[in-house]
């Protein structure tokens, strides 16, 4: 399993900003997927995940109504569209596979948002 997030970078408050997970080495069409995050001195936060056919998402409270979770199957690729972003979205982005015993992590992406 390997997942490759990508897109992170520094974004003014209110601003948008696009995460993008690229997977390989499993059938992606077949799991859920999910993003986290980390900020610097707190637990990992689960931020959204999605079934594997894009019919069902779930997200975390701190980010409802601006974070969204697509997902294409053809391309093997998950997305984190965050719109509306504050400094404490700041932290360390990761995806991962969601499997019934276990989760697989992708190396994590930085997203700083300005005040």
């Known amino acids: 399993v390997q997942l490759q997030a990508s897109g992170g970078g520094l974004v003014q408050f209110g601003g948008p900003l696009r995460l993008s997970c690229a997977a390989s080495?499993?059938?992606?069409?077949?799991?859920?997927m999910g993003w986290f995050r980390r900020a610097p001195g707190k637990e990992r936060e689960g931020v959204a995940c999605i079934s594997s056919t894009a019919d069902a998402a779930d997200y975390g409270d701190s980010v409802k109504g601006r974070f969204t979770i697509p997902r294409d199957n053809a391309k093997n690729t998950v997305y984190l569209q965050m719109n509306s972003l504050k400094p404490e979205d700041t932290a360390v982005y990761y995806c991962?596979?969601?499997?019934?015993?276990?989760?697989?992590w992708g190396q994590g992406t930085q997203v700083t948002v300005s005040s």
């Open positions: 080495g499993f059938k992606f069409s077949r799991y859920a």
């Open positions: 991962a596979v969601l499997t019934s015993t276990r989760n697989y």
